[in-house]
């Protein structure tokens, strides 16, 4: 099975993921400001949102185990 690499075209990049990066950082911001917590707390609160998109989580090769069954 080949899998091509995915690229987002100029539509995507100038306008949803620009506007979803803007969104993201400012909740961060808000969160970070409201908690006034450490730099490092924002960091790690990402850090656990990122490995729910981890190609190799157990998540992810759980949903896709249930999506070929």
Same mark, same amino acid.
């Given at each position: 099975?080949? %899998? +091509? @690499? =995915?690229?987002?075209?100029?539509?995507? @990049?100038? %306008?949803?993921?620009?506007?979803?990066? #803007?969104?993201? @950082? /400012?909740? $961060?911001?808000? $969160?970070?400001? &409201? $908690?006034?917590?450490?730099?490092? !707390?924002? !960091?790690? !609160?990402? &850090?656990?949102? /990122? /490995?729910? =998109?981890?190609?190799?989580?157990? @998540? $992810?090769?759980? /949903? #896709?185990?249930? #999506?070929? +069954?």
């Amino acid at each position: 099975m080949t %899998r +091509e @690499k =995915w690229h987002a075209t100029n539509y995507q @990049k100038e %306008r949803l993921i620009s506007n979803a990066n #803007k969104y993201i @950082k /400012q909740k $961060l911001n808000d $969160l970070h400001k &409201e $908690l006034e917590c450490p730099n490092e !707390f924002i !960091f790690n !609160f990402i &850090e656990d949102i /990122q /490995q729910d =998109w981890n190609p190799d989580s157990y @998540k $992810l090769k759980s /949903q #896709k185990l249930q #999506k070929y +069954e």
